[in-house]
């Protein structure tokens, strides 16, 4: 065998005896290489094999209204409560300086809205106040931390509502998790068995409707894959940095696999657009090693 060819042998071995997930961390190294961020990421792949980086507790922001709506919707099968049940939201509940399109829907002394149409807008829509009425039914932060653990999730801490984040900027660290245990709690959602049927059919249709983030996540994702997600975005510090740029959720794959991942950009000086682009391109990169 001549020097060339043993040299051309050992790049094309190299290449094709690298392991889906060997490339798959190399390409999600390089893409957060370089950033003024720290940046956690968890893929847990079809295989069940997961994928991590930066695996520690940060801070979730909005990704904490998934396990809020879990917890609401075990409530309710729980109890029989129907999710047409009319709950008052009531004009002290209408912060003005917060995201909050149900806010924008009522009239200034409140109303009363289906226990559905604020899980859309919770989840969906990722709407703050709509949140925080559906964590007091949940029974507050600790009622939802508590259920999270019920239900085999380590490394997820709820602490705080929306209401209680916005008093200050750094009270949206409160709330945090491992990107690992969000995709494990994407992952035992997927499963089955937590909900009964019709409430699991809804809470993956709002998440499969989600309209915020559409730079993230979604942005990397093909047509032909179903993405359910829940994103998260924060306030900047005094100097200049991102508390949080998330996003976290599932694909559904045409032949019938899923996999499901999260991507936590945390203390980021970069613009948000290059926030959401490093997101996308880490869920381009994982459709690429799992189609």
Known sequence: MTRRL????AVWCGAACTSPRERLERRIDHIVAGLDARVGVAVRLPDGETIVRNDTLLPLLSLFKLPVALA??????????PLDTLLDVGPERLDAGTYSPLRDSLPEEGGRVPLRSLLR?????SDNIACDRLLDMAGGPEAVDAYVRQIGIDGIRIAASERTMHLAVENQRLNVGRPSSLCALV????????????HDALLRRLLEQTTTGPDKLRAGIPGGIV???KTGSSDRTPDGRRIADNDAGYLLLPDGRSCTL????????EEDAVNARAIASIARAVVGEIR
């Open 121 to 125: 807008y919770c989840v969906s829509l």
């Open 72 to 81: 609401v919707l075990h409530r309710a099968a729980e109890e029989r409560i």
């Open 6 to 9: 043993a040299l051309l042998l």
């Open 262 to 269: 999260a991507v936590l950009v945390t203390d980021s000086r």
């Open 187 to 198: 992952d035992r959602f997927l499963r089955g068995g937590l909900l009964p049927p019709a």
């Open 227 to 229: 993405l359910g997600h």
